[in-house]
C-alpha cells in the first residue's frame, strides 16, 4: 500500500499562494494518474487538478489559470502551486494516486488550507 504524504498547507490572505506537496513512499513513475481534490466542509470532494505520465495536465474550470500543478519524478512528488486564493477555496485538499484507470484511487492524509484575512 503506497503512502502519500502531503505538506504545504496552512493559512493564506485573499490574494495569496501557497504550494503543496505530495510525496509518495514508492515509485509512481507509471502511476495512471496523480493530482488533488479538496473537501470544503459540508460539501462533496471534488477534483482540482491532475498529472499523467506523458505531462498532460488537466484542471477543474474554478482554477484554471491561477492553480498549476507539476512533478518531480526523481523526488516520487508533485506539487500543486495554488496563486490568487479565495476564501471560498478554504478546504482540506488530498493528494491521490491512482495506478490504472479502472482503479481506485489511494488517498494521502489531506492538509488544511484556510484563505481568510
Known amino acids: 500500500q503506497v503512502q502519500l504524504v502531503e505538506s504545504g498547507g496552512g493559512l493564506a490572505q485573499p490574494g495569496g499562494s501557497l504550494r503543496l506537496s505530495c510525496t509518495a513512499s514508492?515509485?509512481?513513475?507509471?502511476?495512471?494518474?496523480r493530482g488533488w481534490y479538496r473537501q470544503a466542509a459540508g460539501k462533496e470532494r471534488e477534483l482540482v487538478a491532475s498529472?499523467?505520465?506523458?505531462?498532460?495536465?488537466s484542471y477543474a474550470d474554478f482554477v484554471k489559470g491561477r492553480f498549476t500543478i507539476s512533478r518531480d519524478n526523481a523526488k516520487n512528488t508533485v506539487y500543486l502551486q495554488m496563486n490568487s486564493l479565495k476564501p471560498e477555496e478554504t478546504a482540506r485538499y488530498y493528494c491521490?494516486?491512482?495506478?490504472?484507470?479502472?482503479?481506485?484511487?489511494?488517498w494521502g492524509q489531506g492538509t488544511q488550507v484556510t484563505v481568510s484575512a
Open positions: 491521490y494516486i491512482r495506478w490504472d484507470p479502472f482503479g481506485s484511487n489511494d
Open positions: 514508492v515509485s509512481a513513475l507509471n502511476a495512471y494518474s
Open positions: 498529472i499523467v505520465p506523458t505531462g498532460r495536465t
